[in-house]
Each structure stands twice: as structure tokens, then as C-alpha cells.
């Protein structure tokens, strides 16, 4: 195959915007396929038809009558239905009322069976509909499983003799770690546990994410610093020796924004469009976002935004420690967010005893957190680990200057600012610690003061290109790799990580 010829790629994720959407997978999984259809590539989605996407709002359209799939030692069945992303990726979603004809998206005690489900479908799906992808590019664990199959139950299937797999980790946190059972559910008892030297525990579980690194025939992240991060104990969450041993096929590509949704000129949520020649307008996002969140209305005062899932992951532990001591500083803050029950309690306190200062909104709101991007000054991500982050890459999109701890994607999209040689694009720190946190707000705070400053900072982040334009070509290079390596893959059992 040689690098003119457009290849044929199955795009696999649990969610997608504008489908469904709990966090940044959805914005990629909606995002980057139109960029690699930009460039000339047969590339197709698909995700599971949940209960609250609505076949007639989104024009779906039967493609699959039902057929069956199977699952355990039975049959279920499942049915296709095909819609678009921005009228010219083709999406096929999985439909099955029994697994996805639900209120939510994730959370379910048969997670698991659900996610099997979904990916044995879009593997039948593919011979029914004798399309032949040459690339199967899975996302984080609920797809993590199709690796393991085309290297087991459909090693000799000569529909996939020419397919190579592809599987991105968006967050190794995440691993869809259940028990022997699903080994059964996927037609996979007989190959058995994993098996690894340094990872003991791997003999008792299914891991579906240790899976997806082992099997695939090139694995990547979403940031080249996470790409590193992940090889040491103190981020691998307990697979970095298996990472370590597959680092020949483990790459990084940082995640893009979407440029076209993601643009404050013509963004349909905000109060006021504006671009980079018109900044003076962006002030009128600021007033009306104090005015709809009952904070003081006062364009001076700086006005820091927080917009995320409330885990530990994002470093709200340390932030819980000095909140306090922000909000005695001269600013207001606003935060979006739903999570970890300790978190809302932490906000909730926050906004009742700093009334007109802090604003909490404990919920997913896709309007007010665009509103947000564009009205505030600053956009706040202290994580402890972030695999890329897209928060700080649509704040900088929106003119909102980001402070972060420089880790994972964080590090490699926000420079540190230093006033004596205006190097920098937002304001960063490097150990987690609250003080460290703590100082970097007041830092940022120091150079609001300065309005050329904070002018320039906010051109910088608005003028970068945080679109996918580069990153789309780095991830058909992959594609081309995975090719490569297909033939030359590790003899499973000469590697001794799967036992029989
Ligand atoms: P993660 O994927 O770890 O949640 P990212 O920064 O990569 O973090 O992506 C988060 C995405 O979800 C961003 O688009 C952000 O704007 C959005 N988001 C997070 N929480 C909310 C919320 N409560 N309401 C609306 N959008 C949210």
C-alpha cells in the first residue's frame, strides 16, 4: 500500500459529539474523523444507538435490518442505523433496546456486555455490509476488545486478513476492569487471563484496556507527553511495564479542536461574536455571563472559569485546600462541572459563602460552558494528570488565558508566561502542590494588570492552531504504521503474555 491511496477506516467510540457527550472523547471521536475525511480518507464511525439519540432529530435511517450477533454461547441481535457527521462522515450506529435503550451513557452494572455488544455488532456489521476497512482505529476500553479478537476468534477470518488495528488511549485511568465471566461473553474463555511478569494482577481480571495495548498493532495517546508519562509507575496506573514492553509501537498526537464549532465568530451560544480583530467586543460575554450567574457585574474585575468533571484526576484537591484564600484575592470564579459528591459539596460551600463572587453550576451545560469560554479571563486546570485536555485549548481559542499544572497535554500546549521576554501563553506550574497552585493564580492575576500584556497573551492562544490540520496527517502516518507492523506482529505465545 503505498501512501497516495486512500485508505478505509472504521472509527470506533462510546461517544461522539454531537450524539452524546460526557467529556473529551466525544469531542475527538466528533472531530478528528471529518479532519482525516478532509484529507482524502474513507473513514466511517461508529457508536452505540443510546436511548436519548434520537433517530428523527438526527435523520437516521435503517441500513441493517436485524441480524444476529453473537454473544456468549447465544445470539443477540442488533440492527444499524446510519447518520452523518457534518454531511459527509458516515455514522453507523448500533442499535439494541435491550442494552442501550437507557437514560445514561455509562455506569451500568453490564457495562461490560453492553460494550461487547457494540463492537461484536460493528465487526458483523462490516461483512453484511462488505465494507472492508483497512484500519479498525479503536478508542480507550469500551473498544479495546476488537484487537483481541481479530488476533483470536477471527485470526483466520479472511474478511479481516488485510485489517490492522489502531487503539488510542484517552485516559489510562479508565480501564473497564471486570471478571472472568466477560472472557465468556467475548467467545474468549479459552485463551484465558493475561499473563504478565510484572503485573500480577493482571492473571485475575479482564482488563479491557491492558488488551487494547497488547493487541493492537499500534497504540497511541493524545499528547506526546502523556505518551512518556505512561511508561513510569507513577502514571502508568499499573500497566506502564506492559507499556513499557510495546514502547516501539506507542506514539503520542495531540488532540485538535474542532475550528469550525469551536469559534467565537460564529458561535451560535455566546452573547457577542467576535474574533481577533474585534477584542474590545469580547467584554460584552463577560457582562452578560456575571449577569446570568449572579456575580457582581464589573468588566475590571478578573473573572477565572472552571469547567470539567469534578474528580480527583483534575486537581481539585489541591485547589479545595486554598480556595479560600482565592476567593479572599481580588476576583470572581465560575464553575461548571458535575462529579465526585465531595466536589459539588466542596463548590456548593464555596458559592454560598462568597455570594456575587463565585458562581457553581453543578451540572452539564454544552450553552453556558461556551458562554463561559468566551466571557471569563482566565480558565483554571490544575490536574494532576491530564492525557491532552481540550479545556485550555478551546479557552485560548476563546481569548481566555489558561493557568495549569504543566502536565500531560497540559505541558504541551501551555508555555509558562514570562514578562521580562513575553515568551509564554498562559501560566503554569510544575509540582502539585497547593501553594504552587495558589501562587500561579496570583501570578496571572499580576499580569491581568498589565492590559497590553494580558492583550498579547490572549492574541497568542487566539492565533495558534489548535485545529486538527496537523495532528489528522500524524494519525494516518499511524494508520500507515499499523499496516506495517500487521505482518510482524509478536507470536502471542512466544511472548508469553497470553497462556492457553
Ligand atoms: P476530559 O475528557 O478528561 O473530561 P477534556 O478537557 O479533554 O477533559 O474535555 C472536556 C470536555 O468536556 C470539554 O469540551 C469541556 O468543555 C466539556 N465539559 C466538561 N464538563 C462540562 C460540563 N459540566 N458542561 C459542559 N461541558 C463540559
Known amino acids: 500500500m503505498t501512501a497516495q491511496q486512500p485508505l478505509k477506516i472504521l472509527y470506533l467510540a462510546a461517544e461522539m459529539v454531537p450524539f452524546a ?49 453473537p454473544m456468549d454461547k447465544q445470539m443477540e441481535e442488533a440492527a444499524v442505523l446510519q447518520g452523518t457527521i457534518a454531511s459527509d462522515v458516515p455514522v453507523y450506529f448500533i442499535e439494541n433496546a435491550k442494552y442501550y435503550d437507557r437514560d445514561g451513557i455509562y455506569m451500568y452494572p453490564d457495562d461490560a456486555e453492553r460494550f461487547i455488544f457494540f463492537c461484536r455488532s460493528a465487526l458483523e456489521m462490516l461483512k453484511r455490509l462488505n465494507w472492508r476497512p483497512d484500519i479498525i482505529h479503536c478508542n480507550d476500553w469500551h473498544t479495546a476488545i476488537i484487537p483481541n479478537w481479530l488476533k483470536t476468534v477471527y485470526k483466520d477470518d ?3 486478513a488485510q485489517t490492522a488495528t489502531v487503539y488510542t488511549i484517552h485516559n489510562l485511568a479508565y480501564q473497564g476492569i471486570f471478571g472472568y465471566r466477560v472472557l465468556e461473553i467475548a467467545g474468549i474463555a479459552e485463551y484465558g487471563f ?42 502508568g496506573e499499573k ?27 460564529t458561535d451560535k451560544y455566546i452573547v457577542q461574536n467576535y474574533d481577533v480583530e ?27 472559569g472552571i469547567i470539567s468533571r469534578l474528580t480527583d484526576q483534575k486537581g481539585f484537591d489541591i485547589l479545595g485546600d486554598v480556595l479560600d484564600h482565592v476567593l479572599d ?16 459539596e466542596m463548590f456548593s460551600r464555596i458559592a454560598q459563602a462568597y455570594q456575587g463572587k463565585a458562581a457553581v453550576f453543578l451540572t452539564f451545560n454544552a450553552e453556558l460552558a461556551q458562554r463561559i469560554y468566551a466571557g471569563t479571563d482566565m480558565f483554571l486546570m490544575p490536574s494532576r494528570f491530564e492525557p491532552c485536555g481540550l479545556g485550555q485549548m478551546i479557552a485560548m481559542r476563546y481569548g481566555s488565558v489558561p493557568i495549569v499544572r504543566a502536565t500531560g497535554g497540559l505541558a504541551d500546549t501551555v508555555k509558562d508566561f514570562d514578562p521580562r521576554t513575553g515568551e509564554g501563553n498562559g501560566f503554569s506550574f510544575a509540582r502539585y502542590d497547593r501553594w504552587a497552585l495558589f501562587a500561579t493564580i496570583v501570578r496571572a492575576l499580576e499580569n491581568y494588570k498589565y492590559k497590553d500584556t494580558w492583550r498579547r497573551l490572549q492574541i497568542k492562544g487566539m492565533t495558534a492552531d489548535f485545529s486538527w490540520n496537523a495532528s489528522a496527517r500524524k494519525y494516518v502516518d499511524l494508520y500507515y504504521r499499523a499496516i506495517a507492523a500487521r505482518g510482524k506482529e509478536t507470536k502471542l505465545e512466544d511472548y508469553g503474555v497470553v497462556r492457553k
Open 329 to 344: 484575592l481580588d476576583l470572581q470564579l465560575i464553575v461548571l462541572g458535575t462529579g465526585d459528591p465531595h466536589y459539588h
Open 158 to 160: 479472511p474478511f479481516f
Open 194 to 235: 493475561m499473563y504478565h511478569p510484572e503485573m500480577a494482577d493482571l492473571a485475575e481480571v479482564v482488563d479491557f484496556m491492558a488488551r487494547g495495548i497488547f493487541f493492537a498493532d499500534v497504540i497511541n495517546t493524545v499528547s506526546e507527553k502523556y505518551a512518556q508519562e505512561i511508561l513510569t509507575p507513577e502514571f
Open 239 to 265: 500497566l506502564d511495564p506492559l507499556l513499557r514492553d510495546r514502547r516501539d509501537r506507542l506514539f503520542g498526537i495531540l488532540n485538535g479542536i474542532d475550528y469550525e464549532v469551536m469559534n467565537p465568530a
Open 21 to 69: 457527550k460526557t467529556g473529551g472523547l466525544a469531542d475527538v471521536a466528533g472531530s478528528l474523523p471529518k479532519a482525516i475525511r478532509a484529507l482524502g480518507h474513507d473513514i466511517r464511525v461508529s457508536m452505540p444507538r443510546y436511548g436519548r439519540i434520537d433517530p428523527i432529530r438526527f435523520g437516521l435511517q435503517e441500513v441493517l435490518p436485524a441480524f444476529p450477533v
Open 278 to 304: 474585534h477584542l474590545e467586543k469580547r467584554v460584552q460575554n463577560k457582562l452578560a455571563l456575571q449577569q446570568q450567574a449572579n456575580l457582581k457585574q464589573d468588566a475590571g474585575i478578573p473573572l477565572i
